[in-house]
T-cell receptor, first 113, second 115 residues
Framework: QKEVEQDPGPLSVPEGAIVSLNCTYS??????FMWYRQYSRKGPELLMY????GNKEDGRFTAQVDKSSKYISLFIRDSQPSDSATYLC?????????????FGTGTQLKVEL | DAGITQSPRHKVTETGTPVTLRCHQT?????MYWYRQDPGHGLRLIHY???????DKGEVSDGYSVSRSKTEDFLLTLESATSSQTSVYFC??????????????FGSGTRLTVV
């Protein structure tokens, strides 16, 4: 079983929809969580990072962490065609000498006009 | 891509030949990483470096070696390329172990095809 599970999609939504992207994880040591966006044939770019349970908002994006359920989410409001990309979750725990991110496999999102 | 450059961007090579990919950063970051990305597998760590001449293996290191003789350069070598090493290779950097909690910065990738 992978440490981080992420539904690969593809997920297709109409423009303006609210999008929910999710990851589950099994390692209790993970403390810090990130979301990356990757456009086709480009490198991943960091969207948001968060620590501890709760919500963090940045414009149309909201990251949510539920450590008790080992579940993280990224919500995109008023989705746009420019949001069409692959979204990867990533996480790390610094205890025990951790210094490497563990990534989900990514969810492919398409926002249709 | 914020001071990180990968070269070449595309390469086609023959089975059995050695191949070297280069990652160059201008951020003076201590940590550098090599990943490969394949459909269904996501990003998998090949090797990483935590300083000049300090490197360690990742989860898919077989068939790969790395070198870091300067802070700014991290080289990935496929000693004898195989078709299973056809992939997109990404380099990433992080200022420090502590700063990794804010994520990595990735390069634009090298698309390698082994025929």
């Amino acid at each position: 079983q992978k440490e981080v599970e992420q539904d690969p999609g593809p997920l297709s939504v109409p423009e303006g929809a609210i999008v929910s992207l999710n990851c589950t994880y099994s390692n209790s040591a993970f403390q810090y969580f990130m979301w990356y966006r990757q456009y086709s044939r480009k490198g991943p770019e960091l969207l948001m990072y968060t620590y501890s349970s709760g919500n963090k908002e940045d414009g149309r994006f909201t990251a949510q962490v539920d450590k008790s359920s080992k579940y993280i989410s990224l919500f995109i409001r008023d989705s746009q065609p420019s949001d069409s990309a692959t979204y990867l979750c990533a996480m790390i725990g610094l205890t025990g000498g951790g210094n490497k991110l563990t990534f989900g496999t990514g969810t492919q999102l398409k926002v249709e006009l | 891509d914020a001071g990180i450059t990968q070269s070449p961007r595309h390469k086609v090579t023959e089975t059995g030949t050695p191949v070297t990919l280069r990652c160059h950063q201008t951020e003076n970051h201590r940590y550098m990483y090599w990943y490969r990305q394949d459909p269904g597998h996501g990003l998998r760590l090949i090797h990483y470096s935590y300083g000049v001449k300090d490197t360690d293996k990742g989860e898919v290191s077989d068939g790969y070696s790395v070198s870091r003789s300067k802070t700014e350069d991290f080289l990935l070598t496929l000693e004898s390329a195989t078709s299973s090493q056809t992939s997109v290779y990404f380099c990433a950097i992080s200022e420090s172990r502590q700063m990794t909690i804010y994520g990595y910065t990735f390069g634009s990738g090298t698309r390698l095809t082994v025929v």
